[in-house]
């Protein structure tokens, strides 16, 4: 099987399985969307909708947070990963967000990329999700799951790279959902330390035996 008959073996499954799927983050709004994702960084997704919760009661939008302070916010979020950057960078970018865009979250990558605690990864969460653009963020899930499928090569050795080799093959109207098919596979399927491989549809097309294969055994 070559890459291209891979990639659309896999697809055809995702779209069969999953045909509608989406970010598992609570939020309202794409200003909501852009905090979760913040918050979601090295934290669960179910961490996250727990305080968010609370969050969004107290700060609905980025006019409510710009004008909190630091120490109120680090209440709300103290049980995510690391909570004291992420409280600063949340009101710093809603101060952003009110003065250099009018309290809106912006669609372009270099705007939002501006935004203190935003990576790529992140802007490209909020761009598909948000504003339905063919972004692809590359999550650890994303990045172990692309390599153990045999989706990207052996060089795609950092997220940048997997996500242009990942945009290359598969369709536009595809790559907001692949990030989301991908992740969820990686989350409940092909987990890092013990893969359930017994549980995988895609087992039998699964390249884990060749030479330098990063799945486990």
Known sequence: MN??????????????????VTTELDFGTPFQLLVATVLSAQCTDK???????????????AKAMAEAEVEDVLEYIRSVSYPNSKARHLVELSRMLMSDFGGEVPESSDELVRLPGVGRKTANVVQAVA????????????????????????????????EQELIRHIPDEDIPRAHHWLLLHGRY??????????????????????EGSKARH
């Open 47 to 61: 961490r996250v909708n727990q305080v968010t919760e609370e969050l969004f009661l107290r700060y609905p939008n």
């Open 189 to 210: 399927v092909c987990q890092s330390n013990k893969p359930k491989c017994e549980q995988c549809d895609l087992e039998k097309i699964c390249p884990k035996r060749l």
């Open 131 to 162: 504003f339905g653009k063919s972004t692809m963020a590359v999550d650890t899930h994303v990045y172990r799951v692309s390599h153990r499928l045999g989706l990207v090569s052996k060089s795609a050795n950092t997220p940048y790279k997997v």
């Open 3 to 20: 890459r291209q008959e891979r990639y659309r073996y896999i697809l055809d499954y995702f779209r069969e399985k999953l045909p509608e």
